[in-house]
Each structure stands twice: as C-alpha cells, then as structure tokens.
C-alpha cells in the first residue's frame, strides 16, 4: 500500500503560484511498480463543492518503482493566485484542494490505487465547504 500527502507553503502571496510537494510512501512489504497518478490544484469558492475532476491542465507523473519506506516526492504548482484571489483567499471567501490520484502495481502484478484530498484554507476561516475533499480519499479493496 502506498500513502499520500500534501504539504504547503503556508505564506501564500499574491502574483505568486499556490504550490504544494506531493509526498507518496511506501508502507508496504515489498517494491510498488509502475507508478503513475494524476494531482491538481484547484481554487474553490466557499460555498461550493470542489469538483475534484483534473482539469486540463494539470500534473501527470510516472516513476519506475518505490521501495518500502521510501518517499517519492514531487513540487506541484497550480495557478498563480491574483491579488483579488489572494484577499479572498485571507478573508475566507475561497480555498484550495490539493488531490491525487495514484495507481500501482505490487510486487506480484496486482493493480492498486490510492485517492488523497486536502483542503489548503486560510487561518481566518471559520469554515469552508470541503466535504467532497473529505470524502475523497479512499484505497482500493485488493
């Protein structure tokens, strides 16, 4: 099994790209191959769902294979964010969703997939409208 997580720059400025390294482990016994996956970053209005759909364009990535216990890191740059974006951004009248979608194969040639979803919101926000991000991870029942 493999697991996935986001982590941010949490000084975001205007006229510069929301931007995120995507982490992706390991945790099993044996080599994950044939790894591919697609992440995004998108802005959302709160108030409204995320979408989580991967518009184009957005990363695509492959790599060979990692081994147990070893990360697989990769920079993730979405839009550049405005300086509209930016204040409602700090005023709580938007947010970010960062997710993936990664797909593998183990070590005897059976095919997995992991989904990972997190919301990148701002520290004055007193709530934000995410649950299509909080229900997005999921694993594969293989």
């Known amino acids: 099994m493999v697991s996935i997580s986001f982590s941010y720059n949490a000084n975001l400025h205007a006229n510069t790209p929301i931007s995120a390294i995507l982490s992706i482990v390991n945790k099993g016994k044996t080599p994950a191959r044939a790894i591919k996956g697609d992440v995004a970053i998108d802005l959302v209005k709160n108030g409204e769902e995320p979408q989580l759909n991967y518009p184009l364009p957005h990363a695509r990535f492959t790599t060979g294979l990692i081994f147990p216990g070893d990360p697989y890191n990769m920079p993730i740059?979405?839009?550049?964010?405005?300086?509209?974006?930016?204040?409602?951004?700090?005023?709580?009248?938007?947010?970010?969703?960062?997710?993936?979608?990664?797909?593998?194969?183990?070590?005897?040639?059976?095919?997995?997939?992991?989904?990972?979803?997190?919301?990148?919101?701002?520290?004055?926000?007193?709530?934000?409208?995410?649950k299509n991000c909080t229900n997005y991870g999921d694993v594969d029942t293989n």
């Open 77 to 130: 740059d979405g839009n550049v964010v405005t300086q509209r974006e930016f204040d409602d951004f700090q005023n709580g009248r938007i947010f970010f969703v960062a997710y993936a979608n990664v797909s593998y194969n183990d070590f005897f040639g059976i095919e997995h997939w992991t989904k990972y979803c997190t919301a990148i919101v701002s520290k004055t926000a007193n709530s934000f409208t995410g």
